[in-house]
C-alpha cells in the first residue's frame, strides 16, 4: 500500500470508528476482542507516525499517545472489556489537544502556522503581529473545544447506551468540530474587514487596487450647494485616474533628459501623481513647501526641471530664467517642452522602482537655523510607512485621510501623500486651513494629520463640541502639543491627539497620548541612546547613517526604551556666567495665570540678557487692560524674582497677540530674537508678524498718543506718508537683513488714511539680487489697501535722510 | 538740581539700553538697583551696576571709591547719586 492510501486508509477507520465499533457489536456480534484489533491496528498506524515525526517535543508526545492506545487495546483485548474500546474517541480529543496546546507553549501557534503556509507574505506584512494574536486566539478556542469535546466523549463512555456514544463520538462531536469551523471562518471574515489592507509604495503596480477605487476627493462639503458638488465632483479621482496621471508625467519626464526636479503643489493629489511619478521615472525629487523665488533660485541649477501647479504670477518670475511646468498641461497634454502623452493607446507607464536608488531632498528650517537641505532615499520612507501602518492601521480601517498640515514636510508627506496610497485610504486634495471647516466634515470618518499650531488655534476659537459622527483620528506633529490643548481637542472631537515625535533627519521617533502621561513610546525600530551632550541619539532603519542622529533634545531613557524629552540643549543658556534654563523661566511665567504662550531667548547687547515674547491669555488681558507696558513689566519681573536672579530674569519685554510661527507651525528662537533687535517705542506695536526667507508680514498698531501723528493733522490723525516707508525701512532692515540705504522710491501710492488705533497689516518683501523691497499696507482682512510701492536699495552709500525729504 | 536729577535718569536709560521707561518714571527717591519694601525702584542687577559706573564717570567726570560700601551708597538712588556728583563734579 502507498503510504498516501494508507494515510486516507486509516483516516477514514479513524473517523469511521465509533461506527464501526457500534455495527460490529449490534450488527455483526463481534466481541469487545475481536473489536479491539481494530484498536490495535489504528496504534500501529500511529505508532509508525511517531518513527516519521522529527521534532524530539514532537516524538515525546505522540508516544505518550501511542502507548495510551496499546494499553486500550490490550485490556480490551485480554480482558474482553468494551469500556476500553470505547475510550479512543477521548485518547484522540487529549492528543489534539496536547498538539495545538504546545504550540501556545512554544509559538508560533498552530493557527498562526497554518495562516503562514497559506499566506506567504504574511511574515513580511506590517499586520504580522496582529494576525499573529489573532491566530493565538483561535488556537486557545481549539484547545478549549478539545477539552469540553473529550470530556463529553469521556462521559458517554461510563454513562450511557452503545447508541449514545456512537451517536455522540460518531456524528454529533463532528458536527460540532464543523461548527467551530465554521465560526472561525466567519470571525477571521470580520478581523481582516477591520485589519489595514498596504502595499508598499514601490511595489504598487497597475492592478494593485481596483480600477474604481477612489484615490482622492476635493473639498466641497454642501451636498445642498451647486458649487460644492461640482468642486467635489471635479476632486474625485479614483485608482485609475491616478494610474493615468502618474503614466502621463512619466512620459513627460522621460522624454527630457534625467535630471533632479523640485517638486511644489498645494493641491495633494497633483503631489502625490508628481511625485510617484518622479520616483518611478528615477529622477530625483525635491519637495520645497517655500516657493518663493529668492528660495527656489537659491536650490535650483539651471538643468533642474521644476514642477508645480500653480503658475507664478506673471512678472515675478522670468519664464527664460526659472522655467516652470504646470502639472496642469502635462495632464492635459499641451506641454510646451518635452513630449506629452495624448496617444490613448500608448501603454500606461505605472509600476515598480527601486526604493533604495530612489532619491529625494527634503528641506528643514529646524527650531534654529537656516533652511537645510535632507537628502533621502527613499527606503527611508517605505521603512517608516511599514512601521506607521504596524502600529496605527488598524486604527485607520474604511476612513479618509485630511490634513492640516504641509505635505512639503515629512510629516504631512508620510501621513498625507504616502499613506494613503500605501493603504488605499482616500485622501482630501486640500489642507484644513480653519478650524471651523472640521464642523464640515463631522459626517466623515476621519484621520486628520494636525498639529499644535492648528490645534491651539481650535482650541482657541471653538467652545462648543463638533458633533462627529465618530470621533476622528487625530496626530499632531511638528512640537510638543500642550496638555491642556489635547484635553480641550479631546472634549471637542472625542480624541485625544496622538503624538509624533520626530523630524526632517530622523523620520518618526516616538509617539505618545499625554492623557497616558508626558512619556514617549519609541517605533519598534528605533534603538535610543544618550549621546555625550546629554542629548537623545537615535538608530533606526529610517536613517541611513550607521551612527544615527542626535537630536538637540536632552533627555531621561529609561530601560525599557520609552524617554521623557527635557527640552533642547539649546534651552539651557548662560548669562553673564549664570546658568539658566529658558524653559524654566517661561514655565514661571505661566504659572502666574495669565499668559497662554511664551517663549524668553537670550539676546547680546552690551551684555547678555534674557528678553521674554509673551502672549497674554484672556485674564491676562483683562488684569492689564489699559495699563502702561512698564507695569505689566514690572508685574512678570516682580513675580520672577521671587524664583530666580535678577541677572537672568527677562530685560525686555513684547507682548504679541500670537507668536511667529514658520510654515511648519514651529516657533523660531531666531525669530523672536530678531523682534528685540528692533527697539519698542510708545509709538508703534508690532502685534504679530511672520517672516518666510525673503518676506515679512507683520500686524502693526499706532496708538493715538504716537509721536507719529503729532500735527498731522490737528483735526483728522492720519499715519504720514514719511513714516510708513520708514517703518517698512526699519522692519526691513531688521526682519529681512537689508543691510543697504535707500537709493529711490518707485512707483509708490498712497490709496486710503491709516488711522490711530487701527490695526494694519503689512507685507514686505525683498529680492536681494534686484536689491528692492516692495511693501504694502493694508486693513487687517486685506480688504483695505492703504498704500504700496517699492524702495530701490542701493550699498552705496546714499543718506537715509532721504526718505524724510521725499515724504 | 532738578536738570542734574533729569540728566543722571537720561544716562541711566541710555546707557542700559532700558526700554519702555521714561525719566518721568523714574523717582528720584527709589533705589536703583532692586527695589524697596514699596516695590518701588528700577530693579537693575549687579551687571548693570558695572555699566552705569562706567557711564556716570564718562558723563560726570566723577570717580568712585575702590571701597564696595561706599559706592554702594552713593547708588542708592538718583537722589543720592545727584547729591556725590555735585559734591564731587570739577566742573
Known amino acids: 500500500m502507498k503510504p498516501a492510501a494508507g494515510r486516507i486508509f486509516f483516516t477514514a477507520i479513524s473517523v469511521l470508528y465509533p461506527l464501526i465499533v457500534y455495527c460490529g457489536l449490534e450488527y455483526w456480534g463481534l466481541t469487545p476482542r475481536r473489536l479491539s484489533i481494530v484498536l490495535l491496528a489504528l496504534a500501529f498506524y500511529h505508532f509508525l507516525n511517531f518513527t516519521q515525526s522529527k521534532s524530539h517535543a514532537e516524538r515525546g508526545r505522540t508516544a505518550i499517545f501511542v502507548v495510551l492506545i496499546f494499553v486500550c487495546a490490550f485490556v480490551a483485548f485480554f480482558a474482553d472489556n468494551i469500556l476500553f474500546v470505547k475510550f479512543y474517541p477521548v485518547l484522540v480529543n487529549l492528543s489534539l489537544l496536547s498538539f495545538f496546546g504546545f504550540t501556545l507553549w512554544k509559538p508560533p501557534s498552530f493557527a498562526f502556522r497554518m495562516a503562514c503556509l497559506h499566506d506567504m507574505s504574511l511574515e513580511k506584512s506590517p499586520s504580522f503581529k496582529a494576525v499573529e494574536r489573532y491566530s493565538r486566539k483561535v488556537t486557545v478556542a481549539w484547545c478549549f473545544f478539545f477539552i469540553v469535546n473529550g470530556s463529553i466523549a469521556a462521559f458517554t463512555v461510563f454513562v450511557g447506551s452503545y447508541e449514545i456514544w456512537t451517536l455522540y463520538n460518531g456524528l454529533i462531536s463532528y458536527i460540532l468540530i464543523g461548527i467551530v469551523f465554521i465560526a472561525e471562518y466567519l470571525v477571521r471574515k470580520m478581523v481582516q474587514n477591520k485589519m489595514q489592507s498596504y502595499v508598499p509604495v514601490c511595489d504598487l503596480e497597475l492592478d494593485s487596487r481596483p480600477n474604481g477605487a477612489l484615490v482622492s476627493f476635493g473639498s466641497g462639503v454642501d451636498a445642498a450647494n451647486a458649487e460644492d458638488v461640482a468642486a467635489n465632483v471635479a476632486g474625485l479621482k479614483t485608482w485609475g485616474d491616478f494610474v493615468s496621471d502618474v503614466s502621463k508625467v512619466r512620459y513627460y519626464l522621460e522624454s527630457r533628459e534625467n535630471t533632479p526636479w523640485i517638486l511644489h503643489c498645494e493641491d495633494s493629489y497633483y503631489f502625490t501623481v508628481s511625485l510617484l511619478a518622479m520616483l518611478q521615472s528615477g529622477r530625483k525629487a525635491l519637495v520645497t513647501a517655500n516657493r518663493q523665488e529668492a528660495f527656489i533660485k537659491e536650490i535650483k541649477k539651471p538643468e533642474y526641471g521644476f514642477i508645480t501647479d500653480e503658475p507664478f504670477a506673471s512678472g515675478v518670475l522670468n519664464a527664460d530664467e526659472m522655467p516652470a511646468t504646470l502639472i496642469q498641461d502635462v495632464l492635459a497634454g499641451k506641454c510646451a517642452e518635452g513630449k506629452c502623452i495624448d496617444d490613448k493607446c500608448a501603454p500606461l507607464k505605472f509600476g515598480k522602482f527601486d526604493k533604495s536608488k530612489a532619491e529625494m531632498v527634503m528641506y528643514t528650517s529646524g527650531t534654529t537655523g537656516e533652511p537645510k537641505a535632507v537628502y533621502k532615499r527613499f527606503l527611508q520612507f517605505e521603512n517608516e510607512l511599514f512601521e506607521l501602518v504596524k502600529v496605527f492601521g488598524n486604527d485607520w480601517v474604511n476612513r479618509n485621510v485630511y490634513s492640516t498640515v504641509n505635505h512639503h514636510h515629512i510629516y504631512g508627506l508620510l501621513f498625507t501623500a504616502l499613506l494613503p496610497i500605501a493603504t488605499g485610504l482616500p485622501f482630501r486634495r486640500h489642507r484644513i486651513d480653519f478650524p471651523t471647516e472640521l464642523a464640515n466634515i463631522a459626517g466623515d470618518a476621519a484621520v486628520i494629520a494636525s498639529s499644535p499650531a492648528f490645534l491651539k488655534r481650535l482650541s482657541a476659537e471653538t467652545d462648543k463640541a463638533i458633533a462627529f459622527k465618530c470621533p476622528p483620528i487625530i496626530y499632531s506633529s511638528g512640537g510638543p502639543l500642550p496638555e491642556d490643548v489635547a484635553r480641550k481637542t479631546s472634549e471637542l472631537t472625542g480624541y485625544w491627539p496622538m503624538e509624533i515625535y520626530g523630524s526632517t533627519e530622523t523620520g518618526g521617533i516616538a509617539y505618545r497620548q499625554s492623557k497616558n502621561g508626558p512619556v514617549w513610546t519609541p517605533f519598534e525600530v528605533c534603538k535610543m541612546s544618550v549621546a555625550e551632550n546629554g542629548c537623545l541619539n537615535i538608530k533606526s532603519s529610517y536613517i541611513l547613517e550607521a551612527e544615527g542622529f542626535t537630536t538637540g533634545d536632552l533627555v531621561d531613557l529609561y530601560d525599557d526604551g520609552r524617554f521623557l524629552l527635557k527640552g533642547r540643549s539649546d534651552s539651557i543658556v548662560k548669562i553673564e556666567e549664570k546658568r539658566i534654563s529658558l524653559p524654566e523661566v517661561e514655565n514661571r511665567l505661566k504659572q502666574t495665570g495669565l499668559v497662554q504662550d511664551v517663549r524668553v531667548v537670550p539676546m547680546m547687547g552690551k551684555r547678555q540678557y534674557l528678553a521674554a515674547a509673551i502672549v497674554l491669555n484672556e485674564a491676562g488681558r483683562e488684569k492689564f487692560a489699559g495699563l502702561p507696558k512698564l507695569t505689566i513689566n514690572n508685574f512678570f519681573h516682580d513675580h520672577l524674582l521671587k524664583f530666580i536672579e535678577n541677572t537672568v530674569s527677562p530685560k525686555k519685554w513684547r507682548y504679541l497677540e500670537e507668536l511667529p510661527q514658520n510654515t511648519e507651525g514651529k516657533i523660531r528662537m531666531r525669530d523672536i530674537q530678531s523682534l528685540f533687535g528692533l527697539a519698542e517705542s510708545p509709538n508703534f506695536k508690532i502685534l504679530k508678524f511672520r517672516r518666510e526667507p525673503g518676506v515679512l508680514t507683520a500686524k502693526l498698531l499706532f496708538p493715538a498718543t504716537s509721536d507719529y501723528f503729532d500735527g498731522h493733522f490737528p483735526e483728522f490723525k492720519l499715519l504720514p506718508a514719511v513714516v510708513q516707508v520708514d517703518m517698512v525701512l526699519r522692519l526691513a532692515r531688521n526682519f529681512l537683513d537689508v543691510p543697504k540705504e535707500l537709493s529711490k522710491m518707485n512707483r509708490t501710492r498712497f490709496a486710503n488714511p491709516i488711522l490711530p488705533d487701527v490695526p494694519v497689516m503689512v507685507k514686505i518683501t525683498y529680492d536681494a539680487d534686484a536689491g528692492k523691497v516692495t511693501f504694502a499696507f493694508t486693513s487687517v482682512d486685506g480688504e483695505i489697501p492703504y498704500s504700496n510701492g517699492s524702495l530701490i536699495m542701493n550699498a552705496a552709500d546714499s543718506s537715509a535722510d532721504e526718505v524724510a525729504n521725499r515724504g | ?91
Open chain 2, 1 to 91: 538740581m532738578s536738570d542734574l536729577k533729569t540728566r543722571i535718569k537720561e544716562v541711566i536709560i541710555e546707557s542700559l539700553e532700558l526700554e519702555d521707561i521714561t525719566p518721568a518714571d523714574i523717582v528720584d527717591s527709589a533705589p536703583i538697583f532692586g527695589k524697596n519694601a514699596a516695590g518701588e525702584g528700577l530693579g537693575l542687577d549687579s551687571i548693570d551696576a558695572l555699566e552705569l559706573g562706567i557711564a556716570v564717570k564718562e558723563n560726570f567726570g566723577v570717580t568712585f571709591s575702590t571701597v564696595k560700601e561706599e559706592t554702594k551708597k552713593h547708588f542708592a538712588s538718583v537722589d543720592a547719586l545727584a547729591a556725590y556728583i555735585s559734591a564731587n563734579s570739577k566742573g
